[in-house]
């Protein structure tokens, strides 16, 4: 089924809901007229659904992949969500990419999920960026923005939010403004957050878990206060994170194309980082 071209709106459970699959919607614009609608723009609990070029504003929800595999949501912009922009809720081999979620609560929680990619997207001016959720696993955010989410006092205000979740992957962010730039639970585990640029945040991250901040190389972080002595980019001292340590902070800002490269001919498969790409 393919729907495009339309305005859908003001359905009872989602203004569109669907359990089959292989829906594809391009070019529409997904509301229910009301941030306090109670419900979702759309909802989707099907495989192999492509979302495109649409305007989903005015619900409760955005899109809820609930049970939902092999979907893809992609140049897609959200606004005036009371809740949650996306969801995906128990699901895998989802792939956000170009979307942008704005004004929401929250841009995207991603919970009980695994194999599923966010990429190329903003989040921005919301309470909450992303939240990886209970049972997330061995999911990839890379070259997306997490900038100005703030909070209401000492609640919310996360760039980034990971809770009960490993083995995610985190890299080459740019991660600014927000009030804190990521919180990691103590229930949080074997997440991998490298590459990254940390700039202007109130606070830029705590880690209380045992997640991975560096490869052979790890994070910019605009406060980081050590020095790189041997000019090799890699700050002298590790960068401390309330329980936690990017061993190897880099000097530089990390800019494309890059202003620092990395250069070791002794690195080979005994390597930390082998066979990671750094760039």
């Known amino acids: ?10 359905g009872v459970f989602a203004a569109l809901y ?3 699959d ?10 229910q007229d009301t941030r306090k609608s109670c419900s979702a723009a759309l909802h989707i609990s099907g495989d192999y659904a492509f979302i495109s070029d649409c305007t989903i504003t005015a619900a409760s929800w955005g899109i809820n992949f609930t049970q939902a595999h092999y979907c893809n949501l992609v ?9 949650k922009a996306i969801v995906v809720d128990h699901s895998s081999h989802i792939s956000v990419n170009h979307v942008i979620a704005s004004d929401v609560f929250c841009g995207l929680r991603v919970v009980e999920t695994t194999a599923s990619r966010i990429t190329n997207s903003t989040f921005a001016g919301n309470k909450i960026g992303l939240i990886l959720d209970i049972g997330a696993a061995k999911n990839h955010i890379q070259n997306c923005r997490f900038e ?17 979740s490993w083995e995610n992957n985190i890299t080459s962010c740019y991660i600014g403004g927000n009030d804190r730039g ?24 705590i880690d209380r878990g045992l997640n991975h901040w560096n490869t052979s190389i790890g994070n910019y ?4 206060t050590g020095s790189d002595e041997d000019g090799n980019g890699i700050g002298d001292i590790p960068y401390l994170l309330g329980g936690n340590s990017d061993h190897r902070p880099l000097a530089h800002i990390i800019s494309d194309p890059p202003s620092y490269v990395w250069v070791d001919d002794d690195f080979n498969a005994s390597s930390p980082g082998w066979q990671i790409d750094h760039f």
């Open 1 to 10: 089924v393919t729907i495009k071209n339309v305005t859908i709106k003001k």
């Open 18 to 20: 669907t359990h089959h």
């Open 22 to 31: 292989y829906l594809t919607v391009r070019h529409c614009i997904i509301t």
């Open 75 to 83: 140049d897609t912009a959200f606004t005036n969500i009371e809740n």
């Open 148 to 164: 100005t989410n703030a909070g209401v006092g000492t609640d919310f205000g996360y760039g980034i939010y990971i809770n009960a």
């Open 182 to 205: 990521i919180y990691a639970e103590a229930t949080s585990h074997d997440n991998y957050i490298h590459h990254n640029n940390y700039i202007g945040n109130g606070i830029n991250a």
């Open 221 to 224: 972080w605009d406060d980081y």
